[in-house]
């Protein structure tokens, strides 16, 4: 559904380009104003948290625009509550398919403290996580309001990694909606489903800590769970498809890599699953897209086909990011703005830098589509973590720009980063039957 209308977009937009219109500094202004917002959303969109035993690897990829079929959307209008969360769940053809098979389920549960009420509207859960769907509503405006943390309890959840919003903005509104992405680090499978869910914010400098507890009344739906372990190849770096678990929320792909690899495999950047008829559910689009440890074994989520049952179902890898495992971790010098090892293609440049932050480019960016935050875990000479609170990531047309902020100034030069993704590809066509 949603690749044959991308299709006819791009087919569209084709035609227009080559259409002779007296538009050009209108389009520019247009251009200039997109830009201009989408670096503002991007300053401070998300907060991630993590407490998963292995190293969580966290890529949120934010909504910059609505996509959504007329009958998704006409579902979501259907049930109460929920169609102000649309923003919230395009996107992702595995919700669509929870929506539509009556697996989102209704909570209701509100808290007031002072003049602001949170109500959490619904949830989504499976083995694999929680997704909770909430509002905070005031008469008072919730202008720059900002969620400070948020923890979920329950017996027997097993830990995991959080992905929520973070700040509200400038404006003048008076309710706040959010979706709180809880992924487990392993199967939950309790029948326990009574929660408590803490969500801590910050109003004007006011702090407000809302406590709600809830019960999510119908059972989870098991987890299908193929087991392959079944060895493939990409340019000759080897790696097991150990087994596939497909849940209603997310279908997660596990993958240890051989050790005798010469490159470091990054990101996974083109797997899918495709069933008889050539229809594809592909990566997360607005959520935790990983887990990996640094054992050289991690977990993919792709959308799910929970729901459709297909006759015939396909693994398909494409194209996976991969450095040299030398080129795996560079080294910048802040104080001096050096990069004193990094891939030697050089495409991403080190702009400048100080103690409290570093600024990137990636120049030529014209007919590449690089939407990956770079930079993983950083330490300093003396082995100790520098943690980034913020970062910031936007293309102005020419080249893409990343800028990372440092939690300490009192660490020691150089600082190693792990390179989380990077513009180098190895490309195969790896295609495993699941059933």
């Known amino acids: 559904m949603y690749e044959t209308e991308e299709a006819r977009l791009k087919q569209l937009k084709e035609h227009l380009d080559q259409q002779s219109l007296p538009l050009s500094e209108a389009d520019q202004a247009i251009r200039q104003g997109m830009e201009r917002a989408r670096r503002e959303k991007k300053r401070a969109r998300k907060r991630i948290f993590g407490s998963v035993a292995v190293v969580a690897l966290l890529l949120l990829t934010f909504i910059t625009s609505i996509r959504v079929s007329p009958v998704f959307a006409q579902a979501l209008a259907s049930i109460p509550g929920l169609e102000k969360f649309v923003e919230l769940i395009v996107m992702d053809k595995g919700l669509d398919a929870v929506i539509q098979n009556d697996y989102y389920q209704e909570i209701g549960v509100t808290q007031t403290i002072d003049d602001k009420t949170l109500t959490v509207d619904g949830v989504i859960l499976d083995e694999t996580g929680i997704n909770i769907f909430y509002t905070i509503e005031s008469k008072r405006s919730l202008k720059g309001l900002q969620v400070d943390y948020i923890h979920l309890k329950a017996e027997g959840i097993p830990e995991g990694s ?167 971790v560079a080294e910048i010098n802040t104080e001096t703005a050096q990069w004193l090892n990094q891939p030697e293609d050089h495409r991403i440049q080190l702009l400048k830098s100080d103690k409290e932050h570093a600024a990137f480019i990636m120049p030529d960016i014209k007919g590449q589509d690089f939407s990956f935050f770079f930079v993983g875990a950083i330490t300093d000479l003396e082995g100790r973590e520098v943690k980034t609170p913020s970062t910031e990531k936007y293309d102005d047309g020419e080249a893409t720009h990343w800028r990372v902020n440092f939690d300490r100034t009192d660490y020691t030069n150089p600082l190693r980063l792990e390179l989380f993704a990077y513009p180098n590809y190895l490309e195969g066509d790896i295609k495993i039957e699941l059933k």
């Open 162 to 328: 959080f992905s929520y919003g973070n700040i509200m903005g400038e404006k003048e509104v008076y309710t706040y909606k959010d979706r709180i992405d809880y992924q487990f680090g392993e199967l939950y499978t309790s029948e326990n489903q009574s929660f408590d869910l803490k969500i801590a914010i910050k109003l004007q400098g006011e702090p407000t800590v809302f406590t709600v507890p809830f019960t999510v009344p119908e059972q989870v739906k098991p987890s299908e769970v193929y087991t392959i372990d079944k060895e493939v190849d990409i340019e000759g770096q080897k790696f097991i498809i150990e087994k596939v678990t497909v849940s209603p929320l997310r279908v997660g792909v596990k993958i240890s890599n051989d050790p005798a690899n010469t490159m470091k495999i990054l990101q996974f950047e083109d797997i899918r699953l495709e069933d008889e008829k050539g229809e594809v559910w592909g990566a997360i689009q607005n959520g935790t897209t990983a887990f990996g440890g640094e054992d050289g074994n991690s977990t993919l989520f792709l959308q799910s086909n929970y729901f459709s049952k297909p006759e015939k179902l396909y693994l398909r890898i494409k194209k996976v990011q991969a450095l040299k495992a030398e080129e795996a």
